[in-house]
Nanobody, 114 residues
Framework: QVQLVESGGGSVQAGRSLRLSCTVS????????MGWYRQGPGRQRELIAQ???????EYADYVKGRFTVSRDNAKSTLSLQMTKLEPADNGLYFC????????WGQGTQVTVSS
């Protein structure tokens, strides 16, 4: 069974940065598209950043220029570098293969105060 474990969330002030990490079960990570989802308060879970199978990076408009997704295939780790955080970025962050394909992990909470 594929396991996704997110970490790195926390509480920060607006304008600061955080780096999220996601560890993925071995054997399914390399070469597969992967992404980060966010579920804000009272909102549906939405895909905000992804690395496609061809390596192309895609972002939701509201995080473009502030967030950077990357992967380390050797460590089966997906990362999300978040800068210039805003209160609108509050939420629970999850990683998954877009679809989504796998069972959700617990997520990691990001809280941004103004």
């Amino acid at each position: 069974q594929v396991q996704l474990v997110e970490s790195g969330g926390g509480s920060v002030q607006a304008g600061r940065s955080l780096r999220l990490s996601c560890t993925v079960s071995r054997g399914i990570f390399a070469g597969n598209p992967m992404g980060w989802y966010r579920q804000g308060p009272g909102r549906q879970r939405e895909l905000i950043a992804q690395i496609k199978r061809d390596g192309k990076l895609e972002y939701a408009d509201y995080v473009k220029g502030r967030f950077t997704v990357s992967r380390d295939n050797a460590k089966s780790t997906l990362s999300l570098q978040m800068t210039k955080l805003e209160p609108a970025d509050n939420g629970l962050y999850f990683c998954n293969a877009p679809g989504p394909l796998y069972n959700w992990g617990q997520g990691t909470q990001v809280t941004v105060s103004s």
